[in-house]
């Protein structure tokens, strides 16, 4: 929107500064094009994704601290179970990842794992570079966090990285537990929507509906108007042009649409069931 803006005005202002020389105002045009372009960046990824130079080193920084921190997390407890190493495998299945990848994400894992790693230079690196976009932080920790409950419970020791993770990433206290909450109970919706396609044991529709309302981070009390913005801010959060633009590398992409999906069959759920009663 802005570049088009700054199109039009760039043209105008320097057209009509020097009458009649048609070249200064196109000149003027494309400056306007240019800063209105770069606006339209800060609005859409934040400052930090700004420069479309730097989307590559944004990518590499991410993914290496997706990686690091899922080894140190799979460690947390002492030992590395097998349940997580295969949550690992199908993470980067799911992702399709090319060999060389591959071979630099289980690299980084290996990392993160080593008894003594710490964290705070790996947190200041992606905080250097992916720090100042929008939504990067909050992905990377939602993104632990599913790492961490793929044996289906969340250890302290693991909670206790994750608040660490939270905490340098400039969160508090109560804003980590309403991401932590949102993220276990999109999870646990998601694992109920699978059950209702199972023989196994189903859970109640009020359970299913329960989980849905913290999915969103809302309420039963909540308005339909609260919930449509809390869905529509999330569904944002997790658009794919979105992400890959403020440095989500291409691959990890899948990961953000499967929480997408969670979210968008909580909303559905309440809809419904709001219009039905």
Not at 135 to 160: F, H, R, W
Not at 250 to 262: C, G, L, P, R, Y
Request: net charge neutral.
């Amino acid at each position: 929107m802005f570049k088009w803006i700054g199109l039009i005005l760039g043209f105008i202002l320097l057209s009509t500064m020097s009458v009649g020389l048609l070249i200064l105002g196109i000149f003027g045009a494309l400056i306007g094009l240019l800063f209105g372009g770069f606006a339209d960046r800060i609005r859409a990824y934040g400052l930090g994704g700004a420069n479309p130079f730097t989307s590559q080193t944004r990518q590499t920084v991410f993914l290496e601290t997706v990686f690091v921190l899922m080894g140190k997390l799979a460690k947390a407890d002492g030992r590395i179970s097998q349940i997580e190493i295969d949550h690992v495998e199908a993470f980067i299945k799911k992702m399709g990842m090319s060999g060389e990848h591959r071979q630099e994400a289980i690299r980084q894992f290996k990392r993160g794992a080593e008894p003594d790693f710490d964290i705070t230079d790996t947190m200041n690196h992606f905080k250097q570079h992916c720090g100042n976009t929008f939504n990067l932080k909050q992905v990377l920790l939602v993104y632990l966090i599913v790492m961490a409950l793929a044996d289906g419970k969340l250890d302290p020791q693991e909670k206790d990285i994750l608040e660490q993770v939270s905490a340098q990433l400039g969160y508090n206290r109560a804003e980590f537990n309403r991401i932590l909450d949102m993220v276990m109970s999109q999870a646990s919706f998601a694992r109920g929507h699978q059950q209702q396609y199972s023989s196994g044991p189903q859970r109640s529709y009020s359970d299913e509906l329960a989980d849905a309302y913290k999915a969103l981070g809302v309420t039963e009390k909540s308005s339909n108007q609260e919930i449509k913005r809390a869905y529509r801010k999330l569904m944002s959060q997790y658009h794919p042009d979105k992400l890959m633009g403020q440095g989500v590398p291409e691959d990890m992409i899948a990961v953000a649409t499967e929480q997408a999906k969670e979210i968008q069959l909580a909303y559905d759920l309440i809809k419904k069931h709001r219009e039905q009663s």
